[in-house]
Nanobody, 115 residues
Framework: QVQLVESGGGLVQPGGSLTLGCVAS????????MGWYRQAPGKQRELVAS???????NYADSVKGRSTIVRANANNMVSLELNNLKLEDAAVYYC?????????WGQGTQVTVSS
């Protein structure tokens, strides 16, 4: 059974930085795509950033220029660094992995942005 386990998150002041980590267990394959989504209260889940097995990255416009996604294929690990955090970055962040038609999700980690 594939499981994605997130780490990081918590309370951050506006303008601060944080790093989220995720590792997939229970799998012997390297996922085609890994990334991060987020969902704020009352809003739909949205893509934050993703990276393919080949290293192609994609960022949401809202975080472009202030975020970095890094992946370690061998270990099915992915991290997301977010800088210059804004109030609107507050959300539950979910790690996501996709392999062919199968999608896998972590349980989510809360990011709160407040002074």
């Amino acid at each position: 059974q594939v499981q994605l386990v997130e780490s990081g998150g918590g309370l951050v002041q506006p303008g601060g930085s944080l790093t989220l980590g995720c590792v997939a267990s229970g799998t012997v394959f390297s996922m085609e795509v890994m990334g991060w989504y987020r969902q704020a209260p009352g809003k739909q889940r949205e893509l934050v950033a993703s990276v393919t097995r080949g290293g192609s990255v994609n960022y949401a416009d809202s975080v472009k220029g202030r975020s970095t996604i890094v992946r370690a294929n061998a270990n099915n690990m992915v991290s997301l660094e977010l800088n210059n955090l804004k109030l609107e970055d507050a959300a539950v962040y979910y790690c996501h992995g996709r392999h062919y038609d199968n999608n896998y999700w972590g349980q989510g980690t809360q990011v709160t942005v407040s002074s």
